[in-house]
């Protein structure tokens, strides 16, 4: 098992750097570096994907802080609307997150005259990579805990060991991310066009399933609807379109082939 510590902030003299804005905003700039490169590759333009990243990581802002008031603590967000602007007392959606960043990227290359599935391929392509990091800081400080768990992954936090989604999500994440760096190194035509939906497809069926596993005995557990959590809503909606989007590609490729 893996021994209980919390780490919240690191002292820079007067400064107290937050450990999970700053593996998150680490988690950015990683996936942003090697995402203009592999845009690069593919013959796209660094310059507009950089504009395209940045528009992702403002829609998913205010997504994930929107979604987080919402689904997770109506009442509270209710009772005090101001709330919602006070973001250093916490409180994001990972899902709002993908959401508001599926729209702020969609907004922009419209705007922009680009193709939205190309550039949104590459940002798919680095976006496991990148979520890996951040999830580093969910684990450092603890905040998703999990059931009680004697698993070889459980952490021994007080009152019993439990598992912990922020090192089993950053886990996933890399996981992913090795899987589609040799994906993208086989199969060119599939990364211009799959990867998108492959995440959506891998992410919604593991993460639909670890949710079952989150902690319901402790305060500030998330809320149930019908026995699952907000997420895994969200869940079922990416399997939806991942499974959507895969068959219609591997129609495409197909005909595509059959009329070669």
Known sequence: MIPFFRLTTI????????????????????????????????DL??????????????????????????????????????????VWEGGMSSFGGFFGAAIGAFFYARRAGLSFMKYANVAAYVLPL?????????????DHPGTLS???LAVRYPGGARLDHGLLLSL?????????????????????????????????VVRFFLDFY????????????FLLTPAQYGCLLFIAVGILGLAKYTYVSTVQREGN
């Open 11 to 42: 002292p820079l003299g007067p400064i107290q750097i937050q450990v999970w804005g700053l593996f998150v905003a680490l988690g950015m700039g990683v996936a942003l570096f090697f995402g203009q490169r592999e845009a690069a590759r593919r």
């Open 45 to 86: 333009s660094r310059e507009q994907f950089i504009d395209f990243a940045c528009w992702i990581l403002v829609g998913a802002l205010l997504g994930a802080r929107i979604f987080y008031a919402i689904a997770y603590q109506p009442n509270t967000y209710l009772a005090d609307p101001l709330k919602i602007l006070r």
């Open 130 to 142: 990148g979520y890996g990091i951040g999830r580093i800081g969910c684990f450092l400080i603890h």
């Open 150 to 152: 004697h698993s070889l």
């Open 172 to 204: 996933l994440g890399f996981a992913l991310f090795v899987v589609f760096f040799f994906i993208n190194r086989r199969h060119k035509g599939f990364s211009e066009r799959g990867f998108l939906f492959l995440f959506m497809l891998c992410y919604g």
């Open 214 to 225: 989150r902690a319901w005995d402790l305060p500030g557990a998330d809320l149930r609807f």
